[in-house]
Each structure stands twice: as C-alpha cells, then as structure tokens.
C-alpha cells in the first residue's frame, strides 16, 4: 500500500462509521474512492468533496500530508473535534468548506499560511476565539464565510487593504464587537456584507457607500449608532 493510501485509511478512519463501504474504501485505489479526485499523471489526491456524506467523528491531522490537494469540502457532515494546524500546509489549496458540522475550537493560524485560498467556508459550527489577522492577508480570497459560530473580538481596520478579489464577506451570527473598519472600502469587488447579530458599535462607516459592486448589505441587530445608509 502506498503512502497516500495509507494516510487515506487513517483520514478516514477517524471520518468514516458507517460510510466506509459506500464511500468504497473497500478498495486501496484511493482515487477511484467516492468523493476522491486524483490528479492524471499520478495518483495525486487533489480534489475531497465529502458534501453530505453523513460523515462522523473527528479530522484526522494526517490531512495536511496530501500536499498535492486543491479543493477540500467536508461540509454538511457530523464532525467534530478541532480544525488541525496541518491544514496550513496544504499550500495548494484553493477552496475550503467545512460548514454546516460540529467542529469546535479556534480557527486555526496555519489558515494564514493558504496563499491561493479563494474560498474560505467554517459556517454553523462551533468555532470560538478571535479571526486570525493573516486571513485577511490572503489576497486571493474571494469568499470569507464563518457565520454561525461563537467567534469574538474585532476586526482590524486595515483587513481589506489586501483583499482586492474579495466579493462576500460573512461574518453573521457571532459575538464580534468593536466598530466596522473604515476600509471595507478597499474590498472594491464587495457585493455581499452580512454582519447582522453581532456586538458592533459606533456609526456605519460612510465610506462603505463607496462600494460600487454592493447588492447586499446586512447591519441590522448590532450595537450601531447614528444614521443609516442609503447604500443601495
């Protein structure tokens, strides 16, 4: 058995329960798997998309060793336990999405690490702790999603100077606090804002009215103060 295959069985062996044989991991050939796409010239894992598999249990940290991967979905599932750092090491990555499970913990600083990371999904879980500044570095992100979770803190007020492709920014449903960065201006691509039901204070940045691409914008049940926009 090869090393991808065998990191394959313990990833899954932490994911799998009942799934094991529709999932066919009856079979070493890992890239015939469901949900597994592997590169052409070489049995490369690059793509996971695991949406709704009624997975279970926890994310095993021998992940980060499928250096060749690309896209990683294991939404929709019953997992739990913590995002592993090693994570940060798939510096492949372009897409990320693990909403809709029971992952708890903080979001791992590795994340910052993803320099090709579009895509970026941790919605409805269990998250706490702060977002780690380095995500807004990213500057090829083009989704930011973590709404749902019981994140805290505030958001630095230069995160868009470095988010030039960024189009939707959700960030709803948490305990985030402090005033709405004046350079959300910088995201000039922004169409979606979601910050509703969080502890934000102070006004409603005007330069907000400055996004061009803005078709939605969600500021309700906040601490805001001063007047609205009419932004739209």
């Known amino acids: 058995m090869g090393k991808q ?50 997975l279970q249990g926890t994310i095993a940290k021998e992940i980060g060793n499928l250096s060749f991967l690309t896209v990683l979905d294991i939404s929709n599932n019953n997992l739990n336990g913590i995002i592993p750092d090693e994570i940060g090491s798939l510096r492949r990555l372009r897409r990320v999405q693990m909403s809709f499970n029971q992952l708890s913990g903080e979001i791992p600083l ?38 749902g979770n019981k994140l805290y803190g505030t958001l630095p007020n230069d995160m868009c100077y470095h988010l030039p492709k960024l189009e939707g920014l959700y960030l709803s449903n948490n305990q985030l606090s402090g005033d709405i960065p004046t350079s959300l201006s910088a995201c000039s691509q922004l169409n979606t804002l979601a910050l509703i039901y969080n502890n934000f204070t102070g006004a409603i940045p005007m330069q907000i009215g400055n996004l061009s691409q803005l078709q939605r914008l969600e500021l309700g049940s906040n601490k805001i103060t001063g007047k609205s926009l009419d932004i739209i």
């Open 5 to 54: 295959a065998a990191i394959f069985l313990i990833f899954f062996y932490l994911m799998k329960k009942e799934r094991i044989f529709v999932l066919g991991l009856a079979s070493t050939d890992f890239c015939t798997w469901i949900g597994v796409t592997c590169s052409r010239r070489r049995p490369r894992v690059t793509v996971l998309n695991l949406f709704h598999m009624s």
């Open 110 to 147: 590795s994340f910052g690490l993803l320099t090709k990371l579009a895509f970026l999904g941790i919605q409805g879980n269990h998250l706490t702790g702060t977002i780690p500044w380095s995500i807004f570095n990213i500057s090829s992100l083009q989704s930011i999603g973590f709404t």
